[in-house]
């Protein structure tokens, strides 16, 4: 592998990262509004909060492994990992108290298993065809 490849897994798993921070800051805003909107228990919100980070990690690996790609389980486990790692150092950053380390080395594990699965996934879903402007897709 050269450094040029390398450099591009690289970059890939970084956007993968930081499309999976976004879709969870845009997803914990629609949940602070439902939190406003309607009555939703603690236990709720505990399991909405699970929700949105497998659904970040889900995103973040589209990008990063891309439809049919190559590398996705460790592109997948990567971008998990590495977005759970941001996740809670934001937390800390912004005045949360600092979990335990075994419930750190969990989240951590959990985040890269659901990167890797998800990474598998994406890479085994058909890339799509592109087809030129005028040309039909099926051809008979």
């Not at 690996?61 to 439809?67: F, L, Y």
């Amino acid at each position: 592998m050269d450094f040029g490849s390398r450099g591009a897994i690289i970059a890939s798993i970084l956007s993968g990262v930081l499309v999976a921070l976004v879709a969870t800051i845009a997803l914990m805003a629609l949940l602070a509004a439902a939190i406003v909107q309607f009555d939703i228990s603690d236990a709720m919100i505990t399991s909405i909060n699970q929700l949105i980070k497998i659904l970040a990690i889900l995103a973040g690996c589209r990008v990063c492994v891309g439809r049919g790609g190559d590398k996705g389980f460790a592109k997948g486990a990567a971008t998990g990992l590495l977005y759970m790692v941001a996740g809670y150092a934001l937390y800390c950053l912004l005045g949360g108290e600092a979990p335990s380390s075994l419930l750190l080395t969990c989240e951590f594990a959990l985040g890269a298993l659901i990167g890797a699965f998800s990474g598998a996934l994406v890479a085994n879903l058909r890339p799509r065809q592109k087809t030129r402007p005028g040309k039909s897709a099926a051809r008979s």
